[in-house]
């Protein structure tokens, strides 16, 4: 009977937890959230079998195992079924889940241009690049506490990766909501907006459009800065509908400097202006000037991180 109790009690406290979303948009703690419903049940299941046996009689003690019993194989043929049913629906999916990821992966951007309906353009303090190499799992968390340290705070949700034949690290989980800045795996990108920076969270910015912001542990990854992460950009370029212009020094009222060019490539960061390069198509450096890249909250100019 006592093991009859646990068995039948321990699938039916982790079926209640599945059925009534106990462990829903809990990411990958919902699994442990589940399996300890189950254990929960079962101890109780074995508390009151014992105190039953102690007090029944053999009769009803043989009888309460032949309900077990049954119950047990019920169970055992009810998820068996449902594995079944889950496994086929799976192979027929498999093809438009990975077309999905294609779809979602699709929206991302390896560059940043404004356009006119994005006038209330958020800079943030930067980006956050998830490390993907050393942490195969990246956790988002909700409201924190600033009193407590990153691991007693349960996650909301999570990001999965794992490593490809060919060394590259692609995504194979992530929140449906989540719409990076900046992603493209096999070039190494992959940067979530910066909002505010704790001791040991960070806040990043998880969707633009829908203003969802999430926290992550600051040490899953590294911290850019608007200035370290231009400087590592390919090229800058001044906005087309400005009377922007590269000056000679870093002042509004400077000499310009009239080289016509291709791109520009950032060197150095004074403040609100940065010392660029130009180049023509054949990467040929023409000069050097001063651009002013932001005003207060406002980014002045374009960049791009492949070309």
């Keep these: 009977m006592y093991l009859l109790a646990i068995l039948v009690f321990d699938i039916l406290g982790m079926s209640f937890a599945a059925i009534t979303g106990a462990a829903k948009g809990q990411g990958l703690a919902g699994g442990a959230i589940v399996f300890m419903y189950g254990v929960y049940a079962a101890i109780a299941a074995l508390m009151t079998a ?10 009803r003690i043989k009888k309460a ?18 594995i079944f049913l889950m496994n086929g629906s799976n192979e027929n999916r498999s093809d438009t889940s990975y077309q999905k990821a294609n779809i979602l992966t699709a929206n991302y951007n390896t560059g940043y241009s404004p356009v006119k309906d994005e006038p209330d353009y958020i800079m ?10 050393t942490k195969k799992v990246l956790y988002f968390y909700g409201e924190q506490n600033l009193n407590k340290p990153v691991y007693e705070h349960s996650p909301d949700d999570s990001l999965v990766f794992k490593k490809t034949e060919i060394s590259n690290y692609d995504l194979i989980y992530a929140p449906p909501w989540l719409l990076p800045e900046h992603y493209k795996l096999d070039y190494d990108i992959f940067y979530l907006k910066l909002i505010s920076v704790g001791k040991d969270f960070v806040e990043v910015s998880v969707n633009d459009r829908i203003q969802k912001m999430s926290f992550l542990d600051r040490y899953a990854g590294e911290i850019l800065y608007w200035p370290e992460f231009l400087l590592s950009v390919n090229s800058v370029e001044l906005l087309p509908d400005t009377d922007q212009k590269i000056r000679i020094k870093p002042l509004d009222y400077a000499g310009e400097v009239n080289i016509k060019h291709d791109f520009l490539k950032p060197v150095l960061i004074q403040d609100e202006w940065m010392s660029v390069e130009l180049y023509d198509e ?19 100019i374009s960049y791009s991180l492949l070309s």
């Excluded at 014992?50 to 009769?59: E, W």
């Excluded at 049954?70 to 055992?76: G, T």
């Excluded at 943030?124 to 190499?133: A, N, Q, R, S, Y």
């Excluded at 023409?286 to 406002?298: A, P, S, T, V």
């Design 65 to 82: 195992n032949r309900i077990l019993a049954i119950a047990l194989v019920v169970l055992l043929v009810a998820i068996t079924f449902r």
């Design 282 to 300: 054949n990467y040929t450096l023409l000069g050097k000037g001063w651009i002013q890249w932001k005003d207060d909250n406002k980014l002045l």
């Design 50 to 59: 014992l105190i039953f046996c102690y007090k029944a009689d053999p009769a």
């Design 124 to 133: 943030g303090l930067g980006f956050f690049k998830p490390d993907i190499i």
